[in-house]
């Protein structure tokens, strides 16, 4: 069964730094990852998806790595404001699995201090 | 403005009662998913649909029931059956096969 795994839960950092935030997942036969933000009490906006056969993506300042092979993935924010404060979920499209049944990580908590 | 729509966005209800969420999409999609979060826990599956007229369980799906007669809608009830309904619900659709999902604002359930 596959399993994500996102740490730190929690994660504070002062405004400018770059944020970095790991993924991991048990099984590598995945069709894609997606990297989402969350802000407190709303739904999960898409950040960046990746396809299992690249190896990173880029949107602004948002930048997502994958390497199956060691089941990890990566998104760095460059820069941090304090608007990138909110929730960072990842999920992996196992290949095994029935239906469009996305894997979610618990998630990465990010605090960006002015 | 295409998207996805959920009302109402906060609901209370008292135990015993069953209760149904809205979920609408205008983005055309096929596949219409419902998902639960709660404090602590990342989301977990209840039901989805891949097709007008077809859906199936997820990994949580006893005390819920689900429709899809159009398109564009994916009703949720969440029926006295369910033990710990108080929670924080989400919808998303996609196209049909493992595409970008995407969600809409949320339903907040409180059950007294």
């Known amino acids: 069964k596959q399993e994500v795994t996102q740490i730190p839960a929690a994660l504070s950092v002062p405004e400018g730094e770059n944020l970095v935030l790991n993924c991991s997942f048990t099984d590598s036969a995945i069709y894609n990852l997606q990297w989402f933000r969350q802000d407190p009490g709303k739904g999960l906006t898409s950040l960046l998806l990746?396809?299992?056969?690249?190896r990173e993506q880029t949107s602004g300042r948002l930048n997502a790595s994958l390497d199956k092979s060691s089941g990890r993935s990566t998104l760095y924010i460059a820069a941090s404001q304090p608007g990138d404060s909110a929730t960072y979920l990842c999920?992996?499209?196992?290949?095994?699995?029935?239906?469009?049944?996305?894997?979610f990580g618990g998630g990465t908590r990010v605090l960006v201090k002015p | 403005d295409g998207g996805i729509t959920q009302s109402p966005k906060y609901l209370f209800r008292k135990e015993g009662q069953n209760v149904t969420l809205s979920c609408e999409q205008n983005l055309n999609h096929d596949a219409m998913y419902w998902y639960r979060q709660d404090p602590g826990q990342g989301l977990r599956l209840i039901y989805y649909?891949?097709?007008?007229?077809?859906?199936q369980k997820g990994d949580i799906a006893e005390g819920y029931s689900v429709s899809r007669e159009k398109k564009e809608s994916f009703p949720l009830t969440v029926t006295s059956a369910q033990k710990n309904p108080t929670a924080f619900y989400l919808c998303?659709?996609?196209?049909?096969?493992?595409?970008?999902?995407?969600f809409g604002p949320g339903t907040r359930l409180t059950v007294t």
């Open positions: 990746i396809q299992s056969s690249q």
């Open positions: 998303a659709s996609s196209e049909q096969g493992p595409h970008e999902q995407y």
């Open positions: 649909s891949q097709i007008v007229n077809d859906f």
């Open positions: 999920a992996v499209y196992p290949i095994k699995a029935a239906g469009n049944k996305l894997t």
